[in-house]
């Protein structure tokens, strides 16, 4: 059973959730939280929070640094609610360690298919409309000033080979057939390039690929 926070300031938002979530057999909402704070708590009996960016107090993006950074909640994959109406922020919650991102207005199917891939962290959640953000606020004015660099010489030929792959939204089995390689050594090397360049998960990788040069955006 995947175990699910739900983080919303506003209440019928997390009561519209809670009914979408509950209606899958293989998953259950096991708290609500009003703000950051109250959804770090309760993430330590969580599998998936739902993350809303603005919060009072401590908002969406400070939670989010808190949960990815604490050993203790490791297992702990946070996607992001959003409207999609404010680039910066979904791309800053990517950056502190949210698994992907979800519109407000999606249905039950879409949901919970959300739910389960950011549970198996096997992929990207929507992928190619998280390239599309990151490649939109890397070519925007001042974006620059975001960048973190990172030193991909850590990495083998063969990693940064898959990495260019995992920017572009591949998940393990695409990589596998593209490079010819089985499905488990995709995924090796995909964990090997996670750690040798501190990235939390997936979209902390599309996001360095894109900061370093690796991946262009689009204009």
Known sequence: MIRVVIADDQALVRAGFRVL??????????????DGDEAVRLARGADVVLMDVRMPGTDGLAATRLITAEPGLAHVRVLVLTTFEIDEYVFAALRAGAGGFLGKGVDAAELHEAIRVIHRGEALLSPLATKGLIGRFLASPGAADHRVPKDLSVLTERELEVLTLVASGLANDE?????????????????????????????????????TGLVRPRT
């Not at 995909?190 to 690929?209: E, F, P, S, T, Y």
């Open 175 to 211: 990589i596998a057939v593209g490079l010819g390689i089985s499905r488990m050594t995709a995924k090796t090397h995909v964990n090997r390039a996670m750690l040798k360049l501190g990235a939390h998960d997936r979209a902390q990788l599309v996001i360095i690929a894109y900061e």
């Open 21 to 34: 979530v509950n209606t899958a057999p293989d998953m259950e909402v096991v708290g609500e939280a009003a």
